[in-house]
């Protein structure tokens, strides 16, 4: 029986252990020579015990400082997440823009005076210069002659947009 007791310098008692019996049993011999014999393993005494019944507990010793082997500290840095760049809205593509009238041609064609037009419509006299559809009125402006009706002429600037001018 043991007994625990809370002061360090208690005696307690520990009772002996006995040693464990030795089983003898007999051994085969595999010898094609000898026939089989029994053999019998006589275990050896068991040494003189020499524990005594009772175990002093020795008060506790002060503990050793341990020194174990500690990775440097890492510096923690905090960041934050990535930052994925939303694109920004693709605005719908805008209608084409409406030229507007260049204010150049504006005045050539009011200007422009108008002697005769024949009555096939396919040419007109203006300030005393013969025209045909197509020809070209203004050369700095790129101004065309592009339709002759009764009573109305149609030009037409590069950027496509046309002029009329009614008599």
């Given at each position: 029986p043991v007994t625990a007791v809370a002061s360090p310098s208690a005696v307690v008692p520990v009772?002996?252990?006995p040693p464990l019996p030795l089983a003898t049993f007999p051994l085969p011999?595999?010898?094609p020579v000898a026939p089989a014999a029994a053999v019998t393993v006589t275990p050896a005494p068991p040494p003189a015990a020499t524990v005594s019944p009772l175990v002093q507990a020795s008060p506790a010793l002060p503990a050793a400082p341990v020194v174990a082997s500690v990775?440097?500290?890492?510096?923690?840095?905090?960041?934050?997440?990535?930052?994925v760049p939303v694109p920004a809205p693709v605005p719908p593509p805008a209608?084409?823009?409406?030229?507007?009238?260049?204010?150049?041609?504006?005045?050539?064609?009011?200007?422009?005076?108008?002697?005769t037009v024949s009555s096939a419509n396919t040419r007109a006299v203006l300030n005393n210069q013969v025209?045909?559809?197509?020809?070209?009125?203004?050369?700095?402006?790129?101004?065309?002659?592009t339709q002759?009706?009764?009573?109305?002429?149609t030009f037409t600037d590069p950027?496509?947009?046309?002029?009329?001018?009614e008599f």
């Open positions: 009772a002996p252990v011999v595999t010898s990775p440097p500290p890492v510096a923690v840095v905090a960041t934050a997440p990535p930052v209608a084409p823009a409406t030229p507007k009238p260049d204010p150049r041609a504006t005045a050539v064609i009011d200007a422009l005076r108008v002697n025209f045909k559809v197509g020809d070209v009125v203004d050369r700095t402006l790129g101004l065309r002659l002759i009706a009764q009573h109305k002429l950027a496509g947009l046309e002029y009329v001018k």
